[in-house]
């Protein structure tokens, strides 16, 4: 099962396969814009541990669904527009992110996901305190470990294609426009 490492590893495969080659803005509120929607769902473990002790309480529940990562999307894509310096990227960039983790969830798993809620609903089995959860996110790590290195090896190749590299968009990030013409 993908940890917060793999999925935010999916959910930048997710946005730079989906993304027009064009400079974004602030590259570090990117990153943690990328980070906290590729790992929205799992707020339902953070909810079962502080209502019932239980992070799998809820786990797999509406969070994982369609219906969540375009309805939060939604709202996500519209947050940013309150914050201008932060990354704007639209609905569909941001319901996409979302439901990387659903679908990362659905193809690495075995456990179901609530795909359809509400007209189907799946709960995660088991019991995960606070200890367990923490330990399962800092820890379990090998999985993720090869996510992100797959990950990595996909975002190399597909920017080397683009005709960018990671050095290059440092240098972007870093000097604007006279990294631009530079190149």
Known sequence: MPMPLGHTAIGLVA?????????SGNRLALCAYITVLANLPDL?????????????????????SLLFALGAGYLASR???RWPNGPQLGFATSALLIFSHVAADMLLTSSPVSLFW????????????????????????????VIACLAG???????????TTVVHEALLALFGDRAKSAR
């Open 15 to 23: 946005f730079e396969t989906a993304r027009t080659p064009q400079r």
């Open 44 to 64: 339902d473990i953070l909810f079962g541990l502080l209502v019932t002790g239980n992070g799998s309480a809820f786990h797999r529940g509406p969070t994982h």
């Open 79 to 81: 947050l940013m527009r």
């Open 118 to 145: 509400p007209l189907e609903l799946n709960w995660s089995m088991g019991y995960s305190d606070w200890g367990n959860v923490i330990r399962l996110a800092l820890f379990q790590s090998l999985q993720d470990f």
């Open 153 to 163: 090896i996909y975002l190399f190749i597909v920017r080397k294609v683009r005709g």
